[in-house]
């Protein structure tokens, strides 16, 4: 599984970076607009720092507006992927982009329907939103068993990336389910990490090292 993360963060994105275990970014109006800067100056500066896909999405609504929006993003670096929404022309602009020979990630997927659709249109990238399903009281994890069983069934090659996973418990099931990425916030990367029993005995082997080899105080 690929492990993406979902900021615009450039200080987040080198600490996890410096880890060797970030495969690409993702990043939405609202993670651009938190750090203030014009996406195109943000997305390059990600690029400096993460060596692999990096997403970045338009904020046109009308289909020709979205492809010449996204013709744009994808010259800033060739590891851009362009965003669009799916809707009626977001699905327009990706299957029109893709048939130019870019990629696509088609976000804000919340049914098997509209993956469906996505992967007919060309989309590299399927995001379907796990925790957004979790908020309105459904279970988002089943999406992502849907999409990867239906894609399976007929050998579609877009990559389903589980969005919008807000544990370390979503994104391991997401990985149980055969999503092909996981796009995580560094929060939830930093928490994969953790397990009590690593410290304890962590803490116990060096306890014993230095009982053996390190002089003891008088
Ligand atoms: O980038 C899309 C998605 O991952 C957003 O997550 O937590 O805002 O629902 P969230």
């Known amino acids: 599984m690929k492990f993406f993360l979902d900021t615009a963060n450039l200080d987040e994105l080198k600490k996890g970076a410096s880890w060797g275990i970030v495969d690409g970014v993702t990043t939405n109006p609202s993670l651009i607009a938190k750090e203030g800067r014009p996406i195109e100056e943000q997305v390059a500066a990600i690029c400096k720092i993460v060596d692999g896909d990096v997403s970045a999405e338009v904020v046109s609504t009308e289909a ?31 299957s029109a982009l893709s048939k130019d020979g870019i990629r696509v ?4 997927c919340f049914s098997a329907g509209q993956a469906l659709i996505a992967a007919k249109a060309g989309a590299y990238i399927i995001s379907p939103f796990v925790g957004r399903l979790d908020d309105i009281g459904w279970t988002g994890m089943e999406l992502i068993k849907s999409i990867t069983q239906i894609y399976r069934n007929y050998g579609y090659k877009t990559q389903v990336l589980a969005a919008s996973l807000r544990s370390p418990t979503h994104v391991i099931d997401s990985a149980l389910a055969g999503a092909h990425i996981g796009t995580m916030p560094f929060k939830v990367l930093d928490m994969l990490f953790n397990h009590p029993l690593t410290d304890k005995g962590l803490d116990q082997f060096l306890k014993d090292y230095a009982k053996a080899f390190q002089p003891q105080n008088a």
């Open 105 to 108: 990630n088609v976000t804000l």
């Open 64 to 94: 020709n507006a979205m492809i010449s929006e996204g013709l744009k993003l994808a010259k800033i670096h060739k590891n851009i992927v362009v965003k669009c929404p799916l809707t009626r022309d977001g699905i327009k602009a990706c």
